[in-house]
């Protein structure tokens, strides 16, 4: 495996290939994390803010922990830690605020151009960063946002369509290309591309967990935006997929979302009814995601049965797990993929669904803002 670092803009500093292991941790809904124990020689090409590229990977590294040990009879080790380029979205936040209108895709290009591509602060420019071609994904809704790190909110936007956004490295051309993408279905129930059934029948499965939990579970929402006592606007949104599941319900004070706002220009601006109540609906979309209920497969992979990663199945993709001891048959969507490296031996770990339940940090947040 080939393994070159990079400096800040993107130059050659070095390559290596010898490692005692590697963690290649890939998401769908926020940024993959890496971590590499290599020989102590290459430690001085490890110095954190430095890029690290897999020739046989797409996603880009930016190393944020380096570490070297050693022992009183001299045994020396070193490792560098760090997230995937999708990271380097957090480094602005919306500041001036946004306003924007469209879909999940639409809003994100939006917000790449005006904080990292052709930001009136010259200073805030990322220069490698370009936009990819538009593909047409999702439907219309209406984001407003002030002070959000950047990254944190597109992937909370895409999330709730079951998008999500990736940085495409290019070597040769020392690029990053921005595209929001989604997964593709390989469930049975279409024929468009080839079915991946996880299953202990098949044998593509091993040292399963899995866990559904439903205890801090919403699925019906009240959204409410400015006004007062009655004058309030106030949004339903029922997230149910059939009238007779039991109806949870939150309320979500969205005070911060104004009908009125000021546009990039300073120029101020009115959203109409229908815009106001979309951009109230995307809010409690939001937040109904926070409290889905858990249902989540972790599973190791057998690499060696009927399904072959990146080929058959990959990052993103809506699959079918089964269990047939126990009756279980779920359709999810793989969530994160973990590639295990060590000497010979390669695993490759995979989550189906989402596994973030509400946690007190959450809620605590959530009551702050």
């Known amino acids: 495996m080939r393994i070159s670092v990079l400096d800040a803009s993107f130059e050659l500093l070095g390559e290596f290939s010898i490692y005692r292991s590697l963690i290649w941790n890939r998401r769908y809904y926020e940024p993959g994390v890496f971590e590499i124990h290599t020989a102590v020689e290459y430690f001085p090409l490890l110095n954190s803010g430095r890029y690290i590229f897999r020739h046989d990977r797409q996603e880009l590294g930016v190393i944020r922990e380096v570490n070297y040990t050693q022992t009183s009879k001299g045994a020396r080790a070193a490792y560098c830690k760090g997230y995937f380029s999708e990271a380097l979205f957090n480094n602005r936040v919306t500041v001036p605020a946004a306003n924007i209108t469209g879909t999940p895709e639409e809003i994100s290009r939006a917000l790449v151009t005006t904080y990292f591509i052709s930001p009136s ?61 989604a997964g593709l279905d390989r469930t049975d129930d279409q024929e468009v591309n080839s079915p991946a059934t996880f299953s202990n029948a098949f044998y593509n499965v091993k040292n399963v967990v899995y866990d559904r939990d439903a205890s801090n579970a919403a699925n019906f929402a009240y959204v409410a935006g400015e006004g007062e006592d009655a004058d309030r606007v106030i949004v339903e949104v029922d997230a149910r997929t059939d009238a007779t599941q039991e109806r949870r319900e939150i309320f979500v004070d969205a005070r911060d979302l104004q009908k009125t706002y000021k546009d990039s220009s300073g120029t101020e601006r009115t959203y109409s009814d229908t815009q106001y109540a979309a951009l109230l609906r995307q809010r409690g979309l939001e937040k109904l995601d926070e409290y889905a209920q858990v249902e989540v497969v972790n599973s190791d992979i057998d690499a060696s049965a009927n399904l072959v990663y990146m080929e058959d199945f990959d990052l993103g993709d809506l699959c079918t797990y089964q269990n047939q ?9 793989i969530t994160e993929i973990q590639e295990v490296y060590e000497g010979s031996k390669a695993t490759l770990n995979i989550t189906f669904g989402n596994d973030e339940s509400t946690s007190l940090t959450k809620i605590i947040r959530r009551e702050t803002t």
Request: hydrophobic letters at 35%; zero cysteines; charged letters at 25%.
């Open 121 to 181: 602060d010259g200073d805030r420019v990322f220069p490698q960063i370009q936009l990819g071609a538009l593909s047409g994904l999702g439907s219309s809704t209406t984001l407003q946002s002030t002070g959000d790190q950047i990254g944190d909110k597109m992937y909370e936007l895409e999330r709730t369509q079951e998008l999500s956004h990736r940085l495409v490295f290019d070597f040769e051309e020392n690029v990053l290309t921005f595209e929001v993408w």
């Open 325 to 333: 001891d126990v009756g279980i048959e779920t359709v999810k969507r």
